[in-house]
């Protein structure tokens, strides 16, 4: 059984109520079925009677996917009159994190929250969560149905915390057009640090830029994956807590080199952290290659608005670095703990709901993530997409190409959100011209390992 954190301050009151309750309901029960037998009527009065289970999902989605999120909700809660599920837009993921940690001691907080991928270790040491896994061994759930390296992420010590939801991974974004235009063969985009680099020697004529990256902290978890290289120490935080920081080991110090190289040589452009920037340097044909979530890739393609043809590739790595692959990014599902066993379970069912192929196919249509589901891609919607966006098929193939290792199924650490950015800062610093890229990196790790073994102190073992 799911404990029942609410009733320590009502218990007594809430059980000597349930119990009235139960009375009264058995008494009318077996009145009226004594006055008239054989009558379906009853039945039907008791039942209208039954208040369907009341949830209340957290969610971060704005825009299409705050729209795809609530026709989920008024799908599910169309067939599912028992259960009735509502979307509630919290804000970015920060912010709703916040929230929920200001909800703690109190029954004000959701049913299931969203929370992004990064926030994972934070939840789990809470102690405000029942893991999935719960739910998925009393179930016999077949997980082997979803996607083993989206699942690996949210699998730690050998137990499914949360369910994933919606998810992506970065690809190279590149114009077809602008590449035949400088001798680069539209067919075979770059797939190391070193050909990105020609390639945008060759895009960035006349002291134009030729490609940029946005300063983005996840972007460098990414380039640390691709070489097969674990971001913190401990496997990687999963063989038991990270305690240190290896951003400034051989992988980091080689991708900020690298980086700022190609600023310094005026070949790449330093657009800030926003990717929205870059998006739109990329789309306005001002620059031949960016980086950019899978999620985004509708968005692209649209923004080309058939001025050029767009193509994608895999997130480049060290010709030196023969394998790696990408960390799965995005949210998963969390069932909190202080809600009634009635509530979880609702809450697990419409999750189940949620991992089906119909609903995942339609999820991925509508919003551009992964389906987390294999058997979704089996569904005639998302063939007709995956035909109508044929550059998605890049970020299908390089998830499944990661090989299975720590360092793709990525870091975990409590303080992830304030180290992505510190990260970002000690980027700046280096692309700015402020500090050298094994100075500023050594820093940022230190950093990083205090804040580490601050939030270690507070987690009760």
Known sequence: MVKVFRLKKRGTFALMLAALMLVISACGTKADTSSTPASGGQADAAAATTEPVQLNWWHSMSGAGEKAINQLASDFNASHPDIQ????????YDESLNKLKASMGSDSGPDIIQVYEIGSKFMIDSGMITPVQQFIDKDNFDLSQLEPNIIRYYTIDGKLNAMPFNTSNPILYYNKDMFKAAGLDPENPPKTYEEFEQAAKALGKDGKPGASMAIYGWFMEQFFANQNADYVNNGNGRDSAATESLLNSEAGVKTLSWWKKMIDEKTV??????????????????????????????????????????????????????????????????????????????AWEFIKYLATPEVQ????????????????????????????????????????????????????????????????GA???????????????????????????????????
């Not at 599920?85 to 970015?92: C, E, F, R, S, T």
């Open 85 to 92: 599920v509502k979307a509630i837009y919290q804000g970015k």
């Open 361 to 424: 196919a339609n999820w991925s249509v509508a919003t551009g993530y992964f389906p987390i589901t294999t058997a979704a891609y089996d569904q005639q919607v998302l063939k007709d997409n995956m035909a109508k966006y044929p550059q998605f098929q890049t970020a299908v193939d390089q998830l499944h190409a990661s090989v299975d290792s720590t360092a793709t199924s990525g870091a975990v650490m409590g303080v992830f959100p304030e180290a992505r950015q510190i990260v970002e």
């Open 269 to 346: 452009s330093n657009l800030g952290r926003s990717t929205d920037d870059t998006t739109a340097a990329f789309t306005a044909q001002q620059i031949g290659m960016t980086l950019d979530s899978t999620a985004g890739l509708r968005k692209i393609v649209e923004g080309s608005g058939g001025k050029f043809e767009l193509g994608t590739g895999f997130l480049p790595r060290p010709a030196d670095a023969k394998e790696g692959g990408v960390v799965v990014g995005g949210a998963s599902l969390y069932i909190m703990n202080n809600k009634s066993d009635a509530q979880q379970q609702a």
């Open 427 to 461: 980027i700046e610093t280096v692309l700015n011209g402020q500090g050298e890229p094994q100075e500023a990196l050594d820093a940022a790790a230190k950093q990083i390992t205090d804040k580490i073994a601050q939030y270690n102190s507070t987690v009760k073992k």
